[in-house]
């Protein structure tokens, strides 16, 4: 195959003359490449797709599914599962007609405030690189290309577009580059992104390190694409690597490009190879078909058993692809705390009939109906996903009251209450609680309008959040006007509002008679356009309306000229108790349940793309809810749905604690799996959870004069808090409890290890308790008597192993030669390379960071 795809690659570049060749290295549109049909050349698509394949359009009517968030899917480590979920992601993108998908995310968790969190992997690089190998494994078996991004020290937002991330040259080869040099080269991506940051004072669009080490050193044959918007120059970013400029169609390459190869500026050969990457990009994804006869296109032909689960995985609401979602949801779970062994409830999972009652001596109907109350401001508008471009239109999402109801059947009784807020304004109106003005039908009708006011397009939406990439329509419409008929369910002040950028006037007409609400501006937070559009302003006001009455809702919205994008929200409720009748009543719930879960967490607001975290507390109220409702009833699980740490200040009091992340559509269904012990919590921490954020080694976002300095060099995360003393973190890096317990028993290896050369250490565990279960075994290494730092610990290997109650089981664990080595820069008289100092080096393994029972010397050795 990859002799095809050259052949095809090169007598398509033959056809091509310089004009033609820089023409194919800027986007035609925001998603899509120029096409050259005179080589067969069809234009490709690149879409967002890092918790799910969103395609051109964010559109509620054309769905997606909405996987759990990446911190999640490395909370499962596991890469076999993992690489199913890339067959997924390479099932929507085929549906979707997408040919490259914009993931995975492989910047760390170097801070818990990076607004990203949520969307990158793990805090240590083997696992990110592990998980994100899988991912990429697992896209690229179907035909699409994988994207890793953001190439590179992306780990934060704040002033993303300028922020100079000043790192040292061990800390940039050892951890940030690492995951991407192992996507590179064992992993095989087919594309890379370039990040909006600089680094070491060179924005990473003109920056060095795309040539050496990405081409040069690791061999990188596919395409450099920039971040949208992040070109900056023509010469210095031809020079230095970067390929594809998008968005299109206009950036700083085109006839610049080709006047600076006439002028000897750029050397013709380096368009050349530009140009042979993204031929060789779309021959792979079958965007450059074989012209040959017999030749049907040279995309890379999936295994049988691949080609079938991706072709079972394009309905995002299909069985198959909720089933796989509901499997890795419940997969990356992790299970905090457990006291006194309350989860699973293994006597609500198997509920007692009245027969069976009758069975026992017991008249029916004497045993009361039991009753779980399912409470917190996430229990009633969960979060399956993060905010910015990981964002996609799920076909549904199941909430937690919702799974639980599904799963019990009639024989217990699910009640759910707010308590508290995650946020004071009002939700988007959906097609359940607005009808089209015209029609009649659910949802909201949108009139696109003109300069002179003549209709553009007119449509009818199921949802009141909107969001315009690249729509065609955009290019002649200076107005969206979106009304809406919403019924009274209740009298009272029900609330308005809109979330948006720019000028916005809202209206509401009741009998005749037009209130305005607001006509006016609406500015981006801090100024900033971009995460204006990811994190956008809101504004509410109430007016009261009687039970019945009909009012029309209209928001009309200019568009800032010139932009392809449009991204605002039509905002509704209906009247609600006062804040402290809501919070009592929710207690009141509680005390009277026979089992409570409270669900809280952050939003796609305070997780986002476009901003940095201000903090780590839970919304104001929420650590108040769990402590009283702890108190009220002992059968409480607190289930925390955020996707990166958030302080847990009364965990102590609480039985128990299920992180469930942002956990895509199948949340509900996935959490009562766990509940009832249909399936394990098999999730381990990617990160370290802090109690407080003051405690953190890392924490600061905000660039000082333009720069953010990763002082910590290599002792990020786990091997931060490691090597400190004082207090120590909420829950260590690799913890996670199931439901059963485990006997580290032995641990044998190699006592010589050469350096350079892999080695295998056998673990053997086994399954102490009373039911089945999954345990990750993890290995570490450290050198106390180094003659280079080091940090106190680094993760070297780790493997998943399942096992029966009271099984015993040795598992394989391998250690790769590169964990052995560290970078030296260049010096006088030595070049820079990899490293394995000789001498002994302390293995220790056990279930996470902070429990490492069996240990072990190995002993590397240098030729010469």
Same mark, same amino acid.
């Given at each position: 195959?990859?002799?095809?795809?050259?052949?095809?690659?090169?007598?398509?570049?033959?056809?091509?003359?310089?004009?033609?060749?820089?023409?194919?290295?800027?986007?035609?549109?925001?998603?899509?490449?120029?096409?050259?049909?005179?080589?067969?050349?069809?234009?490709?698509?690149?879409?967002?797709?890092?918790?799910?394949?969103?395609?051109?359009?964010?559109?509620?009517?054309?769905?997606?599914?909405?996987?759990?968030?990446?911190?999640?899917?490395?909370?499962?480590?596991?890469?076999?599962?993992?690489?199913?979920?890339?067959?997924?992601?390479?099932?929507?993108?085929?549906?979707?007609?997408?040919?490259?998908?914009?993931?995975?995310?492989?910047?760390?968790?170097?801070?818990?405030?990076?607004?990203?969190?949520?969307?990158?992997?793990?805090?240590?690089?083997?696992?990110?690189?592990?998980?994100?190998?899988?991912?990429?494994?697992?896209?690229?078996?179907?035909?699409?290309?994988?994207?890793?991004?953001?190439?590179?020290?992306?780990?934060?937002?704040?002033?993303?577009?300028?922020?100079?991330?000043?790192?040292?040259?061990?800390?940039?080869?050892?951890?940030?580059?690492?995951?991407?040099?192992?996507?590179?080269?064992?992993?095989?991506?087919?594309?890379?992104?370039?990040?909006?940051?600089?680094?070491?004072?060179?924005?990473?669009?003109?920056?060095?390190?795309?040539?050496?080490?990405?081409?040069?050193?690791?061999?990188?044959?596919?395409?450099?694409?920039?971040?949208?918007?992040?070109?900056?120059?023509?010469?210095?970013?031809?020079?230095?690597?970067?390929?594809?400029?998008?968005?299109?169609?206009?950036?700083?390459?085109?006839?610049?490009?080709?006047?600076?190869?006439?002028?000897?500026?750029?050397?013709?050969?380096?368009?050349?190879?530009?140009?042979?990457?993204?031929?060789?990009? %779309?021959?792979? @994804?079958? #965007?450059? +078909?074989? =012209? &040959? $006869?017999?030749? !049907?296109?040279? *995309?890379?032909?999936?295994?049988?058993?691949?080609?079938?689960?991706?072709?079972?995985?394009?309905?995002?609401?299909?069985?198959?692809?909720?089933?796989?979602?509901?499997?890795?949801?419940?997969?990356?779970?992790?299970?905090?705390?457990?006291?006194?062994?309350?989860?699973?409830?293994?006597?609500?999972?198997?509920?007692?009939?009245?027969?069976?009652?009758?069975?026992?001596?017991?008249?029916?109907?004497?045993?009361?109906?039991?009753?779980?109350?399912?409470?917190?401001?996430?229990?009633?508008?969960?979060?399956?996903?993060?905010?910015?471009?990981?964002?996609?239109?799920?076909?549904?999402?199941?909430?937690?009251?919702?799974?639980?109801?599904?799963?019990?059947?009639?024989?217990?009784?699910?009640?759910? %209450?707010?308590? @508290?807020? #995650?946020? +004071?304004? =009002? &939700? $988007?109106?959906? !097609?359940?609680? *607005?009808?089209?003005?015209?029609?009649?039908?659910?949802?909201?009708?949108?009139?696109?309008?003109?300069?002179?006011?003549?209709?553009?397009?007119?449509?009818?939406?199921?949802?009141?959040?909107?969001?315009?990439?690249?729509?065609?329509?955009?290019?002649?419409?200076?107005?969206?006007?979106?009304?809406?008929?919403?019924?009274?369910?209740?009298?009272?002040?029900?609330?308005?509002?809109?979330?948006?950028?720019?000028?916005?006037?809202?209206?509401?007409?009741?009998?005749?008679?037009?209130?305005?609400?607001?006509?006016?501006?609406?500015?981006?937070?801090?100024?900033?356009?971009?995460?204006?559009?990811?994190?956008?302003?809101?504004?509410?006001?109430?007016?009261?309306?009687?039970?019945?009455?009909?009012?029309?809702?209209?928001?009309?919205?200019?568009?800032?000229?010139?932009?392809?994008?449009?991204?605002?929200?039509?905002?509704?409720?209906?009247?609600?108790?006062?804040?402290?009748?809501?919070?009592?009543?929710?207690?009141?719930?509680?005390?009277?349940?026979?089992?409570?879960?409270?669900?809280?967490?952050?939003?796609?607001?305070?997780?986002?793309?476009?901003?940095?975290?201000?903090?780590?507390?839970?919304?104001?109220?929420?650590?108040?809810?769990?402590?009283?409702?702890?108190?009220?009833?002992?059968?409480?699980?607190?289930?925390?749905?955020?996707?990166?740490?958030?302080?847990?200040?009364?965990?102590?009091?609480?039985?128990?604690?299920?992180?469930?992340?942002?956990?895509?559509?199948?949340?509900?269904?996935?959490?009562?799996?766990?509940?009832?012990?249909?399936?394990?919590?098999?999730?381990?921490?990617?990160?370290?959870?802090?109690?407080?954020?003051?405690?953190?080694?890392?924490?600061?976002?905000?660039?000082?004069?333009?720069?953010?300095?990763?002082?910590?060099?290599?002792?990020?995360?786990?091997?931060?808090?490691?090597?400190?003393?004082?207090?120590?973190?909420?829950?260590?890096?690799?913890?996670?409890?199931?439901?059963?317990?485990?006997?580290?028993?032995?641990?044998?290896?190699?006592?010589?290890?050469?350096?350079?050369?892999?080695?295998?250490?056998?673990?053997?565990?086994?399954?102490?308790?009373?039911?089945?279960?999954?345990?990750?075994?993890?290995?570490?290494?450290?050198?106390?008597?180094?003659?280079?730092?080091?940090?106190?610990?680094?993760?070297?290997?780790?493997?998943?192993?399942?096992?029966?109650?009271?099984?015993?089981?040795?598992?394989?664990?391998?250690?790769?030669?590169?964990?052995?080595?560290?970078?030296?820069?260049?010096?006088?008289?030595?070049?820079?390379?990899?490293?394995?100092?000789?001498?002994?080096?302390?293995?220790?393994?056990?279930?996470?960071?902070?429990?490492?029972?069996?240990?072990?010397?190995?002993?590397?050795?240098?030729?010469?």
């Amino acid at each position: 195959m990859t002799d095809t795809v050259e052949k095809v690659v090169v007598e398509a570049l033959a056809g091509l003359d310089l004009a033609a060749r820089v023409r194919l290295l800027t986007g035609a549109t925001f998603w899509r490449t120029r096409p050259a049909p005179e080589v067969g050349l069809e234009a490709m698509v690149l879409s967002d797709g890092p918790a799910g394949v969103r395609g051109e359009r964010a559109d509620e009517r054309e769905p997606s599914a909405s996987l759990p968030c990446p911190s999640a899917l490395a909370a499962t480590w596991d890469e076999a599962l993992l690489r199913r979920v890339g067959h997924l992601v390479a099932a929507q993108a085929r549906a979707k007609g997408v040919h490259v998908v914009l993931g995975p995310t492989v910047n760390l968790h170097r801070s818990p405030l990076g607004g990203r969190h949520f969307e990158c992997l793990a805090e240590d690089p083997l696992l990110t690189a592990r998980a994100g190998g899988a991912l990429v494994r697992g896209i690229q078996d179907g035909g699409v290309a994988a994207t890793v991004k953001h190439y590179v020290a992306n780990e934060s937002e704040t002033d993303r577009f300028t922020v100079d991330a000043r790192v040292d040259e061990r800390a940039l080869r050892e951890v940030y580059l690492a995951p991407f040099e192992s996507l590179v080269t064992e992993a095989g991506a087919w594309a890379v992104m370039a990040a909006y940051n600089s680094v070491a004072g060179v924005t990473m669009t003109e920056n060095p390190l795309l040539r050496d080490p990405l081409k040069d050193l690791w061999g990188f044959d596919g395409v450099v694409v920039s971040d949208w918007f992040a070109t900056r120059s023509a010469v210095p970013a031809a020079l230095s690597g970067l390929d594809l400029v998008m968005p299109g169609p206009f950036g700083p390459w085109g006839p610049a490009l080709v006047a600076a190869v006439e002028s000897g500026e750029v050397a013709a050969e380096i368009v050349e190879d530009k140009a042979r990457r993204l031929l060789r990009l %779309a021959a792979r @994804v079958g #965007a450059l +078909p074989d =012209p &040959a $006869p017999d030749g !049907s296109g040279v *995309a890379t032909p999936a295994p049988p058993a691949v080609e079938r689960a991706v072709n079972e995985g394009a309905d995002p609401a299909g069985p198959p692809a909720r089933a796989l979602l509901r499997e890795a949801a419940a997969a990356g779970m992790v299970l905090l705390r457990n006291e006194g062994g309350l989860l699973p409830w293994d006597d609500l999972a198997s509920p007692v009939s009245e027969r069976s009652r009758a069975g026992a001596g017991v008249t029916a109907g004497a045993a009361r109906r039991r009753r779980i109350a399912v409470i917190g401001p996430n229990a009633t508008l969960p979060r399956g996903q993060g905010g910015g471009s990981a964002t996609v239109f799920p076909p549904h999402l199941v909430g937690p009251a919702a799974g639980l109801r599904a799963a019990l059947g009639d024989d217990v009784e699910v009640v759910t %209450a707010t308590g @508290v807020r #995650a946020e +004071p304004w =009002p &939700a $988007p109106l959906t !097609s359940d609680n *607005a009808r089209d003005p015209v029609s009649g039908e659910p949802g909201l009708r949108l009139r696109f309008l003109g300069t002179r006011g003549q209709e553009l397009r007119v449509e009818r939406r199921l949802a009141g959040r909107l969001l315009f990439m690249d729509d065609p329509v955009l290019a002649d419409c200076a107005r969206i006007e979106v009304t809406a008929l919403v019924r009274a369910q209740a009298t009272g002040r029900h609330s308005f509002g809109m979330a948006g950028t720019g000028r916005f006037a809202l209206t509401v007409t009741v009998d005749g008679a037009e209130t305005v609400l607001f006509d006016g501006m609406m500015e981006p937070p801090g100024g900033d356009l971009v995460a204006g559009f990811m994190r956008p302003s809101v504004w509410w006001d109430g007016l009261r309306l009687t039970e019945g009455q009909d009012a029309l809702v209209t928001l009309r919205h200019d568009l800032l000229a010139g932009m392809p994008v449009a991204s605002f929200g039509l905002l509704a409720e209906e009247p609600s108790s006062p804040p402290d009748v809501e919070f009592e009543s929710a207690v009141a719930l509680a005390a009277a349940a026979d089992a409570v879960v409270v669900v809280v967490g952050t939003s796609d607001r305070a997780e986002s793309e476009g901003v940095d975290r201000a903090g780590l507390a839970l919304p104001e109220g929420q650590d108040e809810l769990v402590r009283r409702v702890a108190a009220v009833n002992p059968r409480t699980v607190a289930v925390v749905n955020a996707g990166a740490p958030v302080a847990l200040p009364w965990r102590g009091e609480v039985a128990a604690v299920l992180l469930s992340w942002f956990p895509g559509q199948e949340f509900g269904a996935a959490l009562a799996d766990v509940l009832l012990g249909r399936a394990e919590p098999g999730g381990r921490l990617p990160t370290t959870w802090p109690d407080r954020a003051e405690d953190c080694p890392v924490l600061s976002v905000t660039p000082v004069d333009g720069a953010l300095d990763y002082a910590e060099g290599i002792h990020v995360g786990y091997r931060g808090w490691a090597r400190r003393t004082g207090p120590a973190p909420a829950y260590p890096f690799g913890h996670g409890l199931g439901y059963t317990t485990w006997s580290y028993e032995a641990l044998d290896g190699p006592a010589v290890v050469r350096a350079g050369e892999s080695a295998q250490v056998d673990v053997t565990v086994r399954n102490t308790g009373a039911r089945p279960g999954r345990t990750v075994v993890q290995a570490y290494l450290s050198r106390p008597e180094s003659g280079v730092e080091r940090p106190a610990l680094w993760l070297a290997g780790f493997a998943a192993v399942d096992a029966a109650a009271g099984q015993t089981v040795t598992v394989p664990v391998r250690l790769t030669g590169r964990v052995f080595e560290h970078w030296r820069p260049a010096a006088p008289g030595a070049d820079a390379g990899w490293l394995a100092e000789p001498g002994a080096f302390e293995l220790r393994v056990g279930p996470s960071s902070a429990s490492l029972p069996l240990g072990t010397t190995l002993l590397v050795t240098v030729d010469g």
